[in-house]
């Protein structure tokens, strides 16, 4: 009677492990699928440009496939770098996330966390900027608050 008893709880067992196997197996084959617009996927350098007071000047940009990237942001006081997720919208190119609600401050209190311990944080802002031109060594972006395209070069590692 006992021998009965201890199968079905095996049988559960390794359902239950099949199953967390399962789901972190798809976890990652979704963490890892393309999601980016191949044509952006690289490390990008400014060139040109200068920074006033209030403006953080993005000097490169890292863009990886699954839809995240790294920037490295200076200004007359600092230099920054940030993580963020980026898409293409149409003929927009959108980096970072904009923050409403409860959601804001749960991102603002991992910002803080990952800031102390590994030393980068989330874009607090979402910034949008028109494609004006793409090819495999060059990257021109527009914005409407400004009038001078901001151009990126690949960087050859």
Not at 5 to 21: D, E, W
Not at 34 to 44: E, I, L, M, N, Q
Not at 133 to 152: M, T
Request: glycine share 10%; charged share 25%.
């Amino acid at each position: 009677m006992d021998a009965n008893r201890a199968n079905p709880t095996r049988k559960r067992r390794r359902r239950l492990f099949l199953a967390l196997i399962l789901l972190f197996a798809s976890t990652g084959a979704w963490w890892y699928c393309p999601r980016g617009d191949a044509r952006f996927v690289g490390k990008w350098q400014r060139v040109g440009g200068t920074a006033n007071a209030s403006e953080l000047l993005l000097t490169s940009i890292d863009l990886h496939s699954n839809g995240t990237g790294r920037c490295i942001g200076t200004s007359p006081a600092e230099t920054t770098e940030f993580v963020f997720p980026w898409r293409v919208e149409g003929g927009t190119l959108v980096i970072g996330r904009g923050r409403r609600g409860w959601a804001s401050m749960l991102l603002d209190e991992i910002d803080r966390f990952t800031y102390t311990r590994l030393g980068y944080q989330q874009l607090p802002v979402e910034w949008r900027f028109a494609i004006v031109h793409v090819s495999p060594d060059e990257l021109r972006l527009g914005n409407d608050r400004y009038p001078d395209d901001r151009v990126f070069r690949r960087s050859v590692e």
